[in-house]
């Protein structure tokens, strides 16, 4: 003990001795606690003949289990002809294969205990099931004959028509949903992530066969796929099962050109809708953002963790843990705020989606902007540390539950290549300094074009020039 608090005092009062300086930090650098050192590990297998990867976690004592098949597709792989047909081909897979009926399948799942589910995004699509134990097999089984052998009936893709023009409807309902699309298609006009998940009407009405067979050719290959599991699965096992379903899957030809999206640009916009009707804006703002594998994404989780959330119906008014919270509580000229970081492979989109009366917009978008522009000049070093522990927190959270530890595999697996531990996660975010918070804010804030996408009643809603002026401060 005597030695090592020789070196931190050697370490402070001697930057020159750099030996030295080297030895104090090393000895004052940070310790994570055990449930974070002793975390289960991913372990991670490539097969070589054909590219598909394999991850899990095994969760010892656990009796069940989360499986699932994660593609490298999604609606930015589309053209504006065949857009819609990824989410297409997800209603299409529970609707019966050559060897189960949609009923069968219905059936056997139910009977299992089972949970089967699909979700597509902008760059992923996902099939994946609910289990215990003993039916691991089972669902990986069930999981490739939907993926592979998929009827896809003209019969059943007609019915299938009215069901995915319902669901549009009903997302057209959600205000958020529809605002962040409509942000979207403005700030990448005219490139694939700016086209819906969902698809025009005329694709949902005119999309054949045809349509989706080639779009499966062309993108659901073993080396774009990987298998994920948590919970109760064993490793050599789920290796195994992959092996024997998927070992079928068509493979990418050598030498040939990775399937890869269209570059997405993003491009300073706005889209209004105005209800004069309305007694309510749905108001989101954006940046253009950063890559997953950025060296600002860190940063930018951090940014979007100091200007927080606030709801006024939460109850805790100008106790909000953030300034912009606080603020908009202060002068109640917000009902809602949320900040949000969304990444994408080559960009992203940073911003604040708000709802405010239509007629306390102009006081919100300047708290708003105002609070963003702060960033970049004096954020503190308590709020930095705060929103560090707080990020820390939100993460450990969204890992609860084998569901979440399973998408959370599949997502990095085809985001980074591999899994980031939760202690390589956390000292990630602990080398992010307040200068390197500035210095993001400034990359990515100051004087910047921004894009915007308002619904409702939005008649006071100040316009592009006035947003763009206050992208930044005069200082003196």
């Known amino acids: 003990m005597a030695l090592r608090a020789a070196i931190r005092q050697i370490g402070r009062k001697s930057f020159a001795q750099r030996a030295f300086a080297a030895e104090a930090a090393a000895v004052e650098s940070p310790s994570f606690p055990e449930y974070v050192l002793r975390a289960p590990t991913t372990d991670v297998t490539t097969m070589t003949d054909s590219g598909l990867r394999v991850a899990s976690e095994t969760v010892m004592g656990s009796e069940t289990a989360t ?15 065949n857009n819609g047909a990824a989410h297409f081909l997800e209603h299409m897979a529970f609707k019966g294969t050559a060897k189960r009926t949609q009923q069968e399948l219905e059936v056997e799942i139910e009977n299992m ?3 089967l589910n699909a979700y597509t995004s902008r760059e992923q699509t996902v099939y994946f099931a609910k289990v215990f134990k003993s039916d691991v097999g089972k669902a990986v089984e069930i999981l490739s004959d939907i993926l592979l052998n998929s009827k ?3 019969g059943a893709i007609d019915r299938e028509r009215d069901t995915i023009l319902r669901e549009m409807t009903e997302v057209n309902k959600k205000q958020e949903e529809l605002v962040l699309d409509h942000l979207h298609a ?3 006009q005219g490139t694939g992530l700016g086209r819906t998940i969902l698809g025009p009407e005329e694709n949902i009405r005119s999309l054949s066969k045809g349509d989706l067979e080639d779009y499966i050719n062309t993108h659901y290959t073993a080396d774009r796929m990987v298998i994920a599991g948590a919970g109760a699965v064993d490793h050599a096992e789920l290796c195994d099962l992959a092996s024997k379903h998927f070992g079928n899957l068509p493979k990418a030809d050598a030498g040939s050109v990775a399937v890869a999206p269209e570059p997405a640009v993003f491009t300073g916009s706005d889209i209004r809708i105005r209800f004069d009707n309305e007694k309510q804006a749905h108001v989101a703002i954006a940046f253009e953002g950063a890559s997953w594998t950025s060296e600002y994404a860190f940063p930018l989780m951090l940014l979007q963790t100091m200007l927080g959330q606030y709801d006024r119906a939460s109850g805790v008014g100008t106790s909000a843990a953030t300034r912009l919270g606080q603020e908009l509580a202060q002068h109640e000229c917000a009902n809602s705020m949320s900040a949000f970081n969304t990444c994408y492979k080559d960009t992203g989109l940073f911003g604040v989606y708000g709802v405010a009366d239509d007629n306390k917009l102009d006081d919100m978008m300047f708290y708003i902007m105002n609070n963003m522009v702060r960033l ?3 954020p503190s070093d308590e709020e930095v540390e705060r929103a560090k522990f707080t990020l820390k927190s939100t993460m450990l959270m969204a890992l609860d539950g084998h569901t979440n530890v399973c998408e959370d595999i599949g997502r990095q697996m085809l985001t980074y290549g591999r899994r980031m531990t939760t202690a390589e996660i956390f000292s990630r975010i602990d080398a992010v300094s307040t200068a390197d918070i500035r210095a993001t804010a400034a990359k990515f ?15 006071e809603l100040p316009d592009y020039n006035w947003i763009r002026r206050h992208s930044y401060w005069l200082r003196y």
Do not use: M, Q
């Open 152 to 154: 896809l009936e003209p």
């Open 67 to 81: 499986v699932g098949v994660w593609i490298d597709a999604g609606s930015r792989y589309e053209t504006a002809k």
């Open 445 to 459: 804030i100051n004087d910047e074009d921004h894009a915007l996408a308002a619904v409702g009643g939005i008649y």
């Open 376 to 378: 970049v000049h004096t």
């Open 113 to 115: 205990g089972g949970h």
């Open 186 to 188: 403005t700030a990448f």
